[in-house]
């Protein structure tokens, strides 16, 4: 059973800067569709940032700037570096995958696995 696990979440200041770590079991990254998406409270959940499988990235214009999406092949896990936070980015963080099918690795596409997520908090 595939299994995405995110970690890295927290409080921080405005200004300051997270990284998120998604680990993916019985799924190797290399071979999908990953991105990462964030659902504040009251809020649709959005796609911040997707990497396909030739390692090209696509990012929200929220974030684009900001925010790096990653993976390390190697030790199958995706990352999301986080700089420049606001209170705005405050959202439970999700990692989510697809199979990759020829079509662009958006963040804006339709993902068929989810994590759980996790937490990030950011204050003024």
């Known amino acids: 059973q595939v299994q995405l696990m995110e970690s890295g979440g927290g409080s921080v200041q405005a200004g300051g800067s997270l990284r998120l770590s998604c680990r993916p079991a019985?799924?190797?990254?290399?071979?999908?569709?990953m991105a990462w998406f964030r659902q504040a409270p009251g809020e649709e959940r959005k796609g911040v940032a997707a990497i396909d499988t030739n390692g090209r990235t696509n990012y929200a214009d929220a974030v684009r700037g900001r925010f790096t999406i990653s993976r390390d092949i190697a030790e199958n896990v995706l990352y999301l570096e986080m700089n420049s936070l606001e209170p705005v980015d405050s959202a439970m963080y999700y990692c989510?995958?697809?199979?990759?099918?020829?079509?662009?690795?958006?963040?804006?596409?339709?993902?068929?696995?989810w994590g759980q997520g996790t937490q990030v908090t950011v204050s003024s």
């Open positions: 989510a995958a697809d199979w990759s099918n020829g079509l662009p690795c958006l963040p804006s596409g339709v993902f068929y696995y």
């Open positions: 019985k799924l190797s990254l290399g071979t999908f569709c």
